[in-house]
């Protein structure tokens, strides 16, 4: 028997605070592995930049996996439905816009987890950026072209 999605049951007891960091996750529709191109990677990156930018997120560190991404930033003038509303709605208009699709690109919901105070931010952060290499893709995490972090 399939397995049934249980991406409604990641809203329950959900609740954002402004100011505190989260380490977010979001895969795409059927784990189809789309980001391996480059160009559709560098659209979702523009997105997180863009909210960076408009003051509702500090990103912190991010990665862009070929099917999907880990994000760690503090919430700042948003919440945290919002910003991956925001997230998930703009980047797929840019990436079927660049792909001549009008495919659904994400899977429904997402992970979060609150960072809490005893965690060490940028043990996370390192953690985040060197999914490339625990995931074979590179040798070096240098030589991966779709990750940052604030402190390097």
């Known amino acids: 028997m399939p397995r049934q999605p249980n991406s409604h049951l990641l809203r329950r007891g959900r609740y954002s605070e402004t100011g505190r960091a989260y380490l977010v996750t979001a895969v795409v529709h059927q784990r189809q592995p789309l980001f391996r191109e480059f160009r559709l990677g560098r659209l979702l990156v523009a997105e997180f930049k863009r909210l960076h930018d408009a003051g509702l997120v500090n990103s912190l560190a991010w990665v862009v996996m070929p099917d999907h991404f880990h994000w760690l930033f503090d919430l700042n003038h948003s919440t945290l439905p919002d910003v991956m509303r925001q997230t998930k709605s703009r980047s797929t208009l840019s990436i079927n816009r660049a792909r001549c699709s009008r495919e ?7 992970h979060d987890r609150a960072v809490r105070a005893e965690d060490d931010i940028r043990k996370m952060a390192r953690y985040i950026i060197a999914n490339p290499l625990r995931a074979g893709l590179v040798e070096h995490i240098g030589d991966y072209p779709l990750w940052d972090a604030a402190w390097l």
């Open 104 to 110: 659904r690109f994400w899977q429904r919901g997402y």
